[in-house]
């Protein structure tokens, strides 16, 4: 199958070269030069353009930073045609960035206009789960479509969810990104605490991880160098999902609290820690980097 795959940032590259490896016909496209050029050495076929990317495609798959990324893509901007004017009638677009629900639904009225099937997709699992293709799809969009997709997205997921009506797939993702810019911070404190008192951050997080403070970063993605190799902490917090992606799911989580009078206390604070972090040079860094905000420095 041929499929058009833009935006190969931390995710998107690997979960396109995925999808190359299971034998589809994958064009893909990144605004950014290092991002083709990572991506062309591992094999990828890059386009000249996004138009380019989609021509013959049966489905088009974006994943990329923001609302106003997909929108401006889809939807054009200052005067520029957007993608759907390219794409045929009858393909189905996967958009799978996390993005404000109100964005998929403005995407997926247009497309249906045009004769064309939108889902929104989001994922969760990290760059982690991206290069090893078990992410978890939360899947909005009517179930037909979601039949059509699922093929694809087993390729790059272990599981898949549908959620609800288009925007349903932001709607989970938002929730589970507030619990998770939660745990992050709390973690880091806890961990931060016990080093303070000379803990070995190790123990310590094996201690926590099989008690009743066990979760996901401390799984998968402790927020100490060292801990685990592979996790972004152990690599200078390079890579991974950036502070500034977490704000800006924190920010939609708090826009949606406030749309439906929701009391959402520690995601409003949560909001407010990734903001002051970003605010000290650590936006372009991972997340886990907010435990810098707790550590005692030497
Ligand atoms: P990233 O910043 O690494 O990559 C985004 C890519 O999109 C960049 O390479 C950028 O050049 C490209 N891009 C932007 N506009 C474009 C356009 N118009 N055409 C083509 N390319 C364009 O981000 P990421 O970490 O890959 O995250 C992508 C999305 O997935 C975000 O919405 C993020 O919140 C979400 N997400 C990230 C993670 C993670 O662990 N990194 C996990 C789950 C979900």
């Known amino acids: 199958m041929q499929i058009a795959f833009i935006g190969l940032g931390n995710m998107g590259?690997?979960?396109?070269?995925?999808?190359?490896?299971?034998?589809?016909?994958?064009?893909?496209?990144?605004l950014s030069k290092p991002a083709c050029e990572k991506c062309g050495e591992g094999g990828l076929k890059i386009a000249a353009d996004a138009t380019a990317a989609v021509q013959g495609a049966e489905v088009v798959i974006s994943m990329l930073p923001a609302s106003q990324h997909v929108e401006a893509l889809y939807l054009g901007r200052d005067g520029q045609p957007g993608l759907l004017g390219s794409i045929a009638k009858g393909t189905l677009v996967i958009d799978s960035s996390t993005i404000a629900a109100a964005t998929s639904q403005k995407v997926a009225k247009a497309a249906e206009a045009a004769g064309i099937a939108f889902i929104d997709a989001p994922v969760s699992g990290g760059t982690g789960g991206a290069i090893a293709g078990t992410l978890t799809f939360m899947v909005g969009g009517d179930a037909a479509a979601?039949?059509?997709?699922?093929?694809?997205?087993?390729?790059?997921?272990?599981?898949?969810?549908h959620a609800g009506a288009v925007g349903a797939g932001q709607t989970a993702k938002i929730c589970?990104?507030?619990?998770?810019?939660?745990?992050?911070?709390?973690?880091?404190?806890?961990?931060?605490?016990?080093?303070?008192?000379?803990?070995?951050?190790?123990?310590?997080?094996?201690?926590?991880?099989?008690?009743?403070?066990?979760?996901?970063?401390?799984?998968?993605?402790?927020?100490?160098?060292?801990?685990?190799?592979?996790?972004?902490?152990?690599?200078?917090?390079?890579?991974?999902?950036?502070?500034?992606?977490?704000?800006?799911?924190?920010?939609?989580a708090q826009e949606n609290a406030t749309a439906m009078k929701a009391s959402t206390p520690l995601g409003g604070l949560a909001r407010s820690i990734y903001a002051a972090h970003s605010l000290a040079g650590h936006g372009g860094e991972d997340f886990s980097s907010v435990i810098k905000m707790v550590q005692k420095k030497n």
């Open 13 to 30: 590259g690997p979960m396109a070269l995925n999808l190359q490896k299971a034998g589809h016909d994958v064009r893909a496209f990144d």
């Open 146 to 161: 979601l039949e059509r997709a699922r093929p694809l997205l087993e390729k790059m997921g272990a599981n898949i969810f």
């Open 176 to 252: 589970n990104n507030m619990l998770l810019g939660i745990l992050m911070a709390g973690t880091s404190e806890a961990i931060a605490l016990g080093v303070a008192n000379g803990l070995d951050p190790r123990v310590l997080s094996e201690i926590m991880r099989r008690s009743s403070g066990g979760n996901w970063a401390l799984e998968k993605y402790n927020p100490f160098p060292g801990v685990h190799e592979n996790a972004p902490a152990s690599k200078g917090y390079a890579g991974g999902f950036g502070t500034d992606l977490m704000l800006k799911d924190l920010g939609l």
